[in-house]
T-cell receptor, first 113, second 115 residues
Framework: NAGVTQTPKFQVLKTGQSMTLQCAQDMNHEYMSWYRQDPGMGLRLIHYSVGAGITDQGEVPNGYNVSRSTTEDFPLRLLSAAPSQTSVYFC????????????FGPGTRLTVT | AQSVTQLGSHVSVSEGALVLLRCNYSSSVPPYLFWYVQYPNQGLQLLLKYTTGATLVKGINGFEAEFKKSETSFHLTKPSAHMSDAAEYFCAVTLSGAGSYQLTFGKGTKLSVIP
């Protein structure tokens, strides 16, 4: 199993550009989520999904869109990038009965200039 | 709503010394508690977790944590630090019951191990 994979590893965007961060998992996990990690802030939940076709907002959803058309994939879209979205983004997945134990991808480091 | 407070954003210990990383939580219902570790330039991986039962839980790499309800704490310890323990550690909480998917993380504690 590859586990949770994320692409790209690094990305630089100009303000106003859009892009999609990709996340895929091959463990047949129902639950997937996106976090952003900023220095001194820990990880904050952006969006999550409890299954294909079902998504919901987390703590910091503004400026981001998600969709979940398959169990495996959970892309995160930045509609119009802003410098405040400079961060490291992590995707995670888990079984629905995992009691909070989540598997994390390696992260995408995004810089918005 | 639940929250997590980690005391100390940076902790330094000597190799072979005791490691103690502090975590306090608040939760309106019985919590599930976790410690995750992040090595440089990597994602997070689960170190240990408490859900129900024994309040002293053991994890990987010799770490353990004790759930103390009266103190709302879940401190992480390791008797003897190793250089390979240098990493950032995150305490996290989620609520027990159906649909306990949303983890709330503390701000993290960076552990340095001095040779």
């Amino acid at each position: 199993n590859a586990g949770v994979t994320q692409t790209p590893k690094f990305q630089v965007l100009k303000t106003g550009q859009s892009m999609t961060l990709q996340c895929a998992q091959d463990m047949n996990h129902e639950y997937m989520s996106w976090y952003r990690q900023d220095p001194g802030m820990g990880l904050r939940l952006i969006h999550y999904s409890v299954g294909a076709g079902i998504t919901d907002q987390g703590e910091v959803p503004n400026g981001y869109n998600v969709s979940r058309s398959t169990t495996e994939d959970f892309p995160l879209r930045l509609l119009s990038a802003a410098p405040s979205q400079t961060s490291v983004y992590f995707c995670a997945s888990s079984y629905s009965n995992s009691l909070g134990e989540q598997y994390f991808g390696p992260g995408t480091r995004l810089t918005v200039t | 709503a639940q929250s997590v407070t980690q005391l100390g954003s940076h902790v330094s210990v000597s190799e072979g010394a005791l490691v103690l990383l502090r975590c306090n939580y608040s939760s309106s219902v019985p919590p599930y508690l976790f410690w995750y570790v992040q090595y440089p330039n990597q994602g997070l991986q689960l170190l240990l977790k408490y859900t129900t039962g024994a309040t002293l839980v053991k994890g990987i790499n010799g770490f353990e944590a004790e759930f103390k309800k009266s103190e709302t704490s879940f401190h992480l310890t390791k008797p003897s630090a190793h250089m390979s323990d240098a990493a950032e550690y995150f305490c996290a909480v989620t609520l027990s019951g159906a649909g306990s998917y949303q983890l709330t993380f503390g701000k993290g504690t960076k552990l340095s191990v001095i040779p």
